[in-house]
């Protein structure tokens, strides 16, 4: 079993910006997939998989740690050209990802705009759009904290704060947690910080999960944003 790290870039406004989705290897080689990135993304992902020599044809499981667009963004288009995929989230997450209730984040986005200057509110305008037009699709396994995954590889550690219903992947054998945007790691990649802290629905919840994974103790900590902490 292994963790893969992949490094996706992309431009945004002119400048290179990069997300790390974590490719996890199980023992019978299937692959785990964790968060799709943006909408439009899968064909950089797939390109990032096939460049670590891996087949996109072994994908086996989409684990989603929590909804918001840079994460579920490509999720739709990932189903629809492999079906077979078993796509994970907690049960929380699950309802909005699947579209039967409004996301927490698409509420955020809506008061946020209501309350915008108005040399803010075009921006403001554009990630509710974004939000609404993203596709949902049917979770096909939900979990709770504790569960685990992949043959007890795989520890489900509930991380709320960001979203309310955010999951971390703790795979003792690797020494190693998939932190989601439960923990960011810093350029220099010396410290966890809470990631996007002006986002997270609860920050003081945030913090505590924050700890939470850092009471692990992990070598190895695989951040969305950011890339990996080895320790």
């Not at 899968?42 to 990032?48: D, G, K």
């Not at 990649?189 to 990631?195: D, H, P, Q, S, Y």
Request: with cysteine; charged share 25%; glycine share 6%.
């Amino acid at each position: 079993m292994d963790i893969i790290e992949l490094s996706v870039e992309f431009a945004y406004e002119e400048q290179p910006y990069f997300i790390y989705p974590s490719l996890i290897v199980l023992e019978n080689k299937e692959l785990a997939l964790v968060d799709t990135g943006y909408p439009g993304f899968l064909p950089l992902i797939e390109s990032a998989i096939e460049q670590k020599g891996y087949d996109i044809g072994q994908l086996k499981y989409i684990v989603i740690t929590h909804y918001d667009d840079d994460h579920i963004g490509a999720l739709h288009d990932f189903k629809e050209k492999y079906p077979w995929v078993t796509v994970i989230s907690s049960e929380r997450e699950a309802v909005y990802i699947s579209g039967e209730e409004k996301s927490e984040r698409l509420e955020q986005a809506e008061a946020l705009l209501a309350q915008m200057p108005e040399e803010q509110k075009a921006f403001g305008q554009s990630f509710v759009e974004l939000l609404t037009r993203l596709r949902h699709i049917p979770v096909d396994q939900t979990v709770r904290d504790g569960e685990w995954l992949f043959g007890g590889a795989c520890k489900v550690m509930a991380t709320p704060g960001h979203t309310s219903g955010h999951i971390s992947l703790y795979l003792p054998e690797l020494d190693s947690v998939i932190t989601g945007d439960a923990a960011y790691s810093e350029a220099n990649g010396t410290e966890l910080l809470v990631a996007n802290p002006q986002y997270c629905l609860d920050l003081p919840q945030a913090e505590k999960s924050l700890e939470l994974l850092k009471s692990l103790k992990a070598k190895h900590y695989y951040c969305y944003h950011g890339g990996s902490l080895h320790i």
